[in-house]
């Protein structure tokens, strides 16, 4: 619902407890069934940064009870210190999801002089250990972001061995022409959007039986042809301004929800509530 994007780059993404509240009812009355948010300060931890997130999302669990969400990870050092806000959510009772990256990758954006510029993400094979021990100890479904095929590689080994948690999402990150951070094309991360692209990924997939989505961070999901591809082979769309970007438009997070809606649709896949969602995914 929000990330890291800021008003400059889209003046509609939601910051307060207000205006995320009002967000998640929206995009939830268009059809999503999982959201997600960061809060305003990522580098608190723990019980701190679990106050924070229930700020917003306590007056929405009010109203919506079985609203399935997942905080992002907390700015500190070491897996155990990022996932800490995770047991007083569940404490909480508002968590059944763990949000985390399985793997690394270069993250940036264009120079001055237009060559790659920007910052190392850096999961390691330790804090993916880590990260699902959480899971496991919290009953939370891991909702793993996949910005490379060597993360995808890593959660398919911990599958064949049985030992991935119960209600695993695989979530393919596309590289859209902006990439994670830029509002100037020509510097992005893992594979593009394309259904080559796809058909890769699907091919390391085939035979897991893990349920899958697309994203498209840096660009327009609706505006390739994963969107539809994904509905047709039996994935699941994740939307919203986190990962859009266009310099011909400034769309609300119900806008895409409403796009994405009327795709699956026309495709033919209804859409799953929060509830049915939880048991498509098999979660705790």
């Given amino acids: 619902m929000n990330g890291l994007t800021s ?3 889209n003046r509609f993404v939601p910051q307060t407890p207000a205006e995320l509240r009002a967000d998640a009812l929206a995009c939830l009355d268009a059809g999503a069934a999982i959201l997600h948010a960061h809060s305003p300060d990522m580098r608190a931890v723990g019980e701190s940064a679990a ?3 229930l700020e917003a999302w306590q007056p929405i669990l009010a109203e919506r009870p079985d609203v399935l969400w997942y905080p992002t990870l ?6 155990d210190a990022m996932t800490s806000h995770w047991e007083p959510l569940a404490h909480a009772g508002s968590l059944r999801i763990g949000g985390f990256d399985p793997g690394s990758t270069n993250l940036g954006l264009p120079g001055d002089d237009g060559l790659p510029s920007g910052v190392v993400y850096g999961v390691s094979y330790e804090d993916v250990r880590v990260a699902f021990a959480a899971c ?3 009953g939370l479904g891991p909702s793993l972001g996949i910005y490379e095929p060597g993360a995808l590689r890593t959660v398919l080994t911990w599958r064949r061995r049985e030992r991935l948690p119960r209600g695993t999402l695989v979530k393919l990150y596309f590289g859209g022409d902006y990439g994670l951070f830029a509002t100037r094309p020509g510097v992005s991360f893992g594979l593009p959007p394309t259904a080559r692209a796809l058909d890769a990924y699907l091919e390391l997939l085939e035979g897991s039986q893990l ?3 697309v994203s498209v961070w840096g660009g327009d999901l609706m505006a390739t042809p994963i969107a539809r591809l994904a509905l047709e082979r ?3 769309l994740h939307v919203g301004i986190e990962e859009f970007f266009s310099p011909e438009r400034e769309p609300r997070n119900v806008e895409l929800v409403h796009e994405a809606a009327a795709l699956a649709r026309a495709v033919g896949r209804p859409l799953a509530t929060p509830a049915e969602a939880a048991t ?3 979660l705790p």
Avoid: V
Avoid at 74 to 79: L, P, R, S, V, Y
């Fill in 51 to 53: 106050r924070g997130y």
């Fill in 211 to 213: 349920p899958w989505s």
């Fill in 234 to 236: 039996g994935g699941h």
């Fill in 74 to 79: 907390c700015q500190a050092a070491g897996m």
């Fill in 280 to 282: 498509l995914l098999d």
């Fill in 136 to 138: 496991e100890k919290l």
């Fill in 7 to 9: 008003r400059e780059k």
